[in-house]
C-alpha cells in the first residue's frame, strides 16, 4: 500500500484532523513540512491551504486536493479498513452535520482564541512558523510572523469576531465543551463506541483550542479534564478496532445528541441559511442575530457550498428515513435547515 502524501503543520487544525483520521484507519501517509504555497517537485494547489494532499488522477499523476470533508468521502470509498460513516443513512446525515458544524463553526472559535486575543497571537504565531521549518533564520523569522499576524487578524471580519460577537463566541464555546463532556461519558465518541468521521473534525479544532491557544486551553482544562484527555486519545486512535455493531442506533444517536444539535442549531445552522441567501442576493454581508445578540460578517462562499453538500446528503435518504430524521431533528433549531431543503425541491 502505497504512503499518501500530504503538506500539513501541527499548527493546522485541518492536518490535525486529517492526520489522526489516517492513523486510525491504519492508512500508511507522509505529512511534509513546508510553505502553504507548496513544495518543490508536487503539484501546486490553485488556492493554497493546509492540508493539501497529492492524490493520484485517473492517468497515475499526483494532483493537488484540498478539503477535508470530501477526502474523507473518497478514502472511505477506497480504503476498507475501519470505516469512519454508519451504514444508516440519517446517522450518517447526522455525523456529515457534526462535522459541517466542527470544520465551520468551530473553527470560528479557534480562529478568535488564536488571532483576536493578543497574547494568544504572540504565542502561537512564532510556532506557526517554525512548525512550517524549524531551521530558517531568526530574521526571516520574525518578519513573517509579522506579516502572517496581520493577514490572519485581518480576516477575523470574514470569520465573524469582533467586540460585539466575542460573547457569543466565547459562550458557544464553554457550552460546546459541557455537552461534549457528557457526550463523551456515555460511550466515549459522538455516535458510538469508536471514533466517526465528526469525532475527527471535532479533534481537528480542539486540537489546537486545547493544546496550543492558551486561553481556550485553560478554559477546557478547568471545564473538563475528560476533554482534554480525549484529545491526546483521539490523536492516535490506531489501537481501537472497529465493529459494526459498536455504532449506536438511531433512536439512540437521536437521544444522546439532543444538546449537541440543539447547540448547533442555536449558533451554526442560522448563520449557514442566512449567508445562503446573501449569496444568493449577491449581498456581501451577512446580518442576523445568534443566541440574542447581533452578527454581522462578510458573506462567505464556502459556506454556500457546505449548505449544498448537506443538501446531497439530506436527499440520499429516502421518504421514511427523512420523516425520522426530521421528527429527531424537531426543536433543535436544525429542523429549519430541512424545512429549507424541503422548500427548494
Not at 457526550?183 to 471535532?202: E, N, T, W
Not at 491526546?232 to 444522546?256: G, K, L, P, Y
Request: hydrophobic residues 35%.
Amino acid at each position: 500500500m502505497n504512503e499518501l502524501e500530504f503538506l500539513g503543520s501541527p499548527g493546522s487544525p485541518y492536518s490535525m484532523k486529517m492526520r489522526a483520521y489516517l492513523r486510525y484507519r491504519k492508512i500508511p501517509y507522509k505529512m511534509l513540512r513546508g510553505l502553504m504555497t507548496g513544495i518543490e517537485g508536487y503539484p501546486k494547489s490553485k488556492t493554497p491551504m493546509l492540508p493539501t494532499f497529492y492524490l493520484p488522477k485517473e492517468d497515475g499523476d499526483l494532483e493537488a486536493v484540498i478539503d477535508s470533508t470530501p477526502i474523507i468521502r473518497r478514502l472511505e470509498n477506497e480504503y476498507s479498513l475501519k470505516k469512519t460513516l454508519p451504514n444508516d443513512n440519517r446517522i450518517r446525515f447526522i455525523v456529515d452535520l457534526i462535522e459541517d458544524y466542527a470544520d465551520e463553526w468551530l473553527t470560528k472559535v479557534m480562529f478568535h482564541y488564536r488571532w483576536a486575543i493578543e497574547h494568544n497571537a504572540k504565542h502561537v504565531a512564532p510556532k506557526l512558523v517554525y512548525w512550517m521549518d524549524h531551521t530558517i533564520s531568526e530574521k526571516i523569522a520574525n518578519e513573517m510572523v509579522a506579516s502572517f499576524s496581520k493577514r490572519q487578524k485581518d480576516r477575523l471580519k470574514y470569520v465573524g469576531s469582533n467586540e460585539i460577537t466575542k460573547g457569543t463566541i466565547e459562550n458557544s464555546y464553554t457550552r460546546f465543551i459541557t455537552i461534549l463532556d457528557s457526550l463523551l461519558s456515555q460511550h466515549g465518541f459522538v455516535v458510538g463506541k469508536q471514533p466517526s468521521a465528526a469525532d475527527f473534525a471535532i479533534y481537528g479544532q480542539l486540537s489546537q483550542l486545547t493544546r496550543v491557544e492558551p486561553t481556550s486551553s485553560e478554559i477546557c482544562s478547568n471545564l473538563s479534564p475528560r476533554v482534554m484527555a480525549w484529545v491526546d486519545r483521539v490523536s492516535d486512535a490506531s489501537d481501537i478496532s472497529f465493529d459494526s455493531q459498536h455504532w449506536s442506533d438511531f433512536d439512540e444517536v437521536c437521544s444522546n445528541l439532543q444538546p449537541l444539535l440543539s447547540e448547533i442549531g442555536k449558533t451554526y445552522i442560522p448563520l449557514l441559511i442566512t449567508n445562503a441567501n446573501a449569496l444568493k442576493q449577491d449581498d456581501n454581508t451577512v446580518k442576523l442575530q445568534i443566541d440574542g445578540i447581533e452578527w454581522i460578517q462578510d458573506t462567505f462562499t464556502y459556506q454556500g457550498k457546505c449548505l449544498i453538500a448537506l443538501a446531497q446528503s439530506y436527499t440520499s435518504l429516502n421518504d421514511s428515513e427523512k420523516a425520522s430524521l426530521y421528527k429527531c431533528l424537531q426543536g433543535t433549531g436544525c429542523d429549519v435547515l430541512i424545512d429549507e431543503f424541503n422548500k427548494a425541491s
